[in-house]
């Protein structure tokens, strides 16, 4: 004989309570009682990247902030000296389209262009009828690299100019310069030094985009003035420049510019003078 299964008051400690007590209406049947699955939390994916990284405010600024935080930019290039507002001259020689430039000047300033030529990159070559006058420049530029070669005059090779390697090459070849086997191309720049007016510069000072000019005398003036025409304002001072300044003009633009060496340009090269 069977008896039903004691039950047991809830809440007592130490004794577990039955999940279902029979009753008289029961069919033996025992019901089965489910449980709600826990929702699961929707995982997001952000295509591409990882974890999502802390929560910042964007930096943002008003339109009165933005010029405390910009910086100027000008061009790029060879920083020749300094106009007369005190503001630096730069002449930019690596360009992708030919570039000739002309100086009347002595053999301080064309040495000075030709080391602030290779400070900034490009290969400097130099076609000169003196050698021995531009040996030590070459040996002491670029920190023993070799970034400035000497070539006898009308033995220069092709130098291969590309944007990542750009050239200039300086002809220091007296008051008349052969035609050169090089000449300007994209990404090189032919600069050719005159000591002075002579009656073979008009055609080179006519073919050129640039010219700079140092101290020169009155006669030389007048060439200058038929060949570029320049006014007569800016003319009249070429012959009282002091050594250290040349006026550097194109047809539409002309400026007077300084050229104050450095600590380093001084032990090498001297002091600045026109004529050597």
């Known amino acids: ?20 007590v029979a009753s008289p209406s029961d069919t033996g049947m025992i019901p089965i009682v489910r449980q709600p699955e826990p929702r699961q ?3 997001v994916f952000s295509p591409g990247f990882g974890l999502r990284g802390p929560r910042r405010n964007r930096h943002v600024v008003t339109v009165d902030e933005l010029p405390a935080i910009s910086m100027p930019i000008g ?5 020749i000296g300094t106009d007369r507002a005190s503001q ?12 000739d430039v002309v100086l009347v000047g002595g053999l301080w300033l064309a040495q000075v262009l030709a080391l602030r030529i290779a400070a900034t990159g490009a290969r400097v070559g130099v076609e000169t009828g003196r050698p021995q006058a531009w040996q030590q420049l070459a040996q002491s530029a670029g920190g023993g690299q070799q970034c400035v070669t000497v070539y006898p005059v009308g033995r220069v090779p092709a130098q291969g100019p590309s944007v990542s390697s750009p050239v200039v090459l300086i002809r220091d070849c007296g008051i008349r310069p052969p035609r050169g086997r090089v000449t300007a191309l994209p990404w090189q720049a032919v600069v050719t030094v005159l000591p002075f007016v002579s009656e073979h510069a008009p055609r080179w000072l006519a073919q050129a ?7 020169i005398s009155p006669e030389e003036t007048e060439i200058v003035r038929d060949t570029l025409g320049i006014p007569d304002e800016p003319l009249q001072y070429l012959s009282n420049l002091h050594d250290s300044v040349a006026l550097w003009c194109t047809r539409k633009h002309r400026t007077f510019v300084m050229t104050e060496p450095t600590d380093a340009e001084t032990g090498l090269l001297g002091v600045a003078r026109r004529m050597d």
Not at 209 to 215: D, E, F
Request: cysteine-free; charged content about 15%.
């Open 75 to 79: 061009d790029d290039g060879v920083i």
């Open 209 to 215: 985009q640039l010219v700079g000019i140092q101290r």
């Open 41 to 43: 939390q929707r995982r």
């Open 88 to 99: 630096p001259a730069v002449l930019g020689l690596s360009r992708p389209t030919p570039f």
């Open 1 to 20: 004989m069977s008896h039903p299964a004691p039950t047991m008051p809830p809440g007592q400690p130490g004794r577990a309570t039955p999940a279902h």
